[in-house]
């Protein structure tokens, strides 16, 4: 039987690691929000953060409400550079809510720039980022995640959440696919 495990040339985070970090965040969070009485929402970028959303939501102790959006800037691996909002977020009392963005990977930034003061822009309370992945070397845009889980070199990579034009997000761990996958 053919196994997606197959097209993964190294594993770069474990499963183990994973859960460890994810945890690390999670701690931060309920630090930095346990004392507050306002709302705090847990928003997801679809569809890659789903993975780390469902485990850091089960790891954070204070309330937390949760709500997705989807946006749209890249196709295979490369960025098109412009942010499309494909799913939008609908509520009238922002004003009283501190959000969460939750991303899977920061990379050139601009996703999460965009979307930062678009959040701003609603009139969320705050809006900060926490990411599980962060690749600064790639930045094009100044823009950093207030909680960063792993710092990885300029690597395509995927699992956990993560694609390669929708596949390998079911993956436990983060690896990196062998070069010949997206290049032929
Ligand atoms: P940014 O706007 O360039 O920071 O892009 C962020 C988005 O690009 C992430 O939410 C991912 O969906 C995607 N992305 C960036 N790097 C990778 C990667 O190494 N593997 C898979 N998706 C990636
Ligand atoms: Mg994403």
Redesign the pocket.
Known sequence: MYSMRDDIERILVSEKEIEETVTRIAAEIDRDYGDSERSLLLLA?L???VVFMGDLMKKIRRPVEIDFMR?S??SG?E?R?K?DILLDLHRDDLGRVDILIV????????????LSNYLKFKGAHSVKCATM?N?PS???VD?EPDYSGLV?PD????GYG???NEKYRTLPFIGILKPEIYTD
């Open positions: 970028i569809k890659g953060s946006v800037s890249y691996t960025t550079g942010v991303e899977d990977i920061v990379d050139s930034g601009k996703t999460l720039a965009y992945l690749k790639r930045r094009k823009f990885i690597y395509f990579v995927v993560l694609d390669y």
